[in-house]
């Protein structure tokens, strides 16, 4: 799972919008999505597994996805989880974040890296270990497709039944030449098979699909398509970003040796626009772009580095262009 991947809520930078911006409802917004299903304000509380990743650990490639910048993630293993277990580590966050947004409800959130790269005793001890601190409502776990064997899901499945889980799937691109530059290693079959399996044995199960705008090697209609996979695949929500170029990426290599053109703040909108208007009305959409966490470490799109003014201007022209969720599956 890509480090980019940040809860508004979460965020250090995190400052409501001003009273002035009141938007039209445009698309199915998280929070929403997080009253209706706890009824409350409830945050996720970023755990570190200790897992890797087989882009990572030599079995696909050793220095990850092109794009990841594993060392910005708030739960990157190495800054903050190592030699804390689940349990300390959720112990340690919640009064912070209790204080900061006067949370009622709390989601584990195994963020970064590959949270389910482990054989299934270990998992289990790791979700349950979160599941039994009193405060937690359930988990929140990151991963890639091509990393949930069935005894795998069959475990996020028992713990669904009687626990929320939601399962952010890095799904990234559906095009595969994308993910062939993104280095992802693994095609968009991979992705659709086991999106079309999890909604088959892990029914209970809420899962949320990872997508990434703006690689030079996207084709046009891709949101529209994205879109209309998910519609018909049983997924519960979508997660989106631009691509960013950070430093200590291979990206940040091919950057400065080959500059590539990444995508204006209005050319991503258009992106999210073309996505949101074929989506189903009943998929959330937990966020609509990512701020780089560490500014100075993102060399492109500048507009990266900051949270709310790029999330104001988009909600502004989604707002101005009529943006509806799922307006193109009613007119065609
Ligand atoms: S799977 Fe790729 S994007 Fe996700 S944490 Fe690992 S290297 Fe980063």
């Known amino acids: ?43 996720k509380i ?13 079995t696909i490639a050793k220095a990850g996805c092109a794009f ?41 959130y195994f963020q970064s890296y590959t949270n389910t790269y482990s054989d299934v005793n270990y998992l289990r001890e790791i979700y349950e270990a979160a599941l039994s601190e009193p ?21 996020l499945e028992e713990l669904a039944t009687t626990h929320y889980v939601s399962l952010e799937l890095g799904v990234q691109s559906f095009e595969d030449e994308s993910l062939l530059w993104l280095e992802r290693g693994h095609d968009s079959k991979c992705s659709i098979d086991m999106l079309a399996k999890l909604r088959v044995r892990a029914p209970t199960v809420h899962t949320c699909v990872h997508l990434m705008f703006g690689q030079p090697t996207d084709t046009e209609g891709g949101p529209a398509e994205a879109a209309r ?18 430093e200590h990426t291979k990206l940040a290599d091919l950057y400065r040796r080959e500059p590539f053109k990444t995508l204006t703040l209005e050319e991503y909108t258009d992106q999210v626009i073309e996505f949101v208007e074929n989506l189903s009305p009943s998929i959330y959409i937990e966020r609509l772009s990512a701020t780089a966490s560490h500014p100075d470490e993102c060399l492109a799109p500048k507009w990266s580095c900051n949270r709310w003014d790029p999330h104001n201007k988009m909600r502004d022209i989604m707002t101005a262009r009529g943006c509806v969720q799922g307006k193109r599956l009613i007119l065609t």
């Not at 190592?82 to 959720?90: L, T």
């Open 46 to 58: 970023v755990v570190a597994s200790g897992l890797t990743c087989p882009t990572r650990d030599g």
């Open 1 to 43: 799972m890509s480090p980019l991947m940040e809860t508004v809520g979460n965020s250090p930078q995190a400052t409501k919008p001003s009273a002035k911006n009141q938007w039209t409802e445009t698309h199915y917004p998280y929070s929403r999505y997080l009253e209706e299903t706890f009824g409350g304000k409830t945050y």
């Open 68 to 108: 990841c910048d594993i060392r910005g993630s708030s739960s990157y293993f190495g800054k903050q989880g190592r030699g804390a277990s689940v349990k300390e580590q959720i112990r340690s966050r919640m009064p912070g974040v209790e204080k900061r947004f006067g949370a009622k409800g709390y989601l584990a």
């Open 229 to 246: 996979i998910l519609n018909g695949i049983g997924v519960r929500g979508a997660k989106l970003h631009q691509l960013m170029v950070l």
């Open 135 to 155: 405060e937690i409502s359930g988990l929140c776990i990151g991963t890639r497709p091509d990393c949930l064997p069935d005894p795998v899901i069959d475990l």
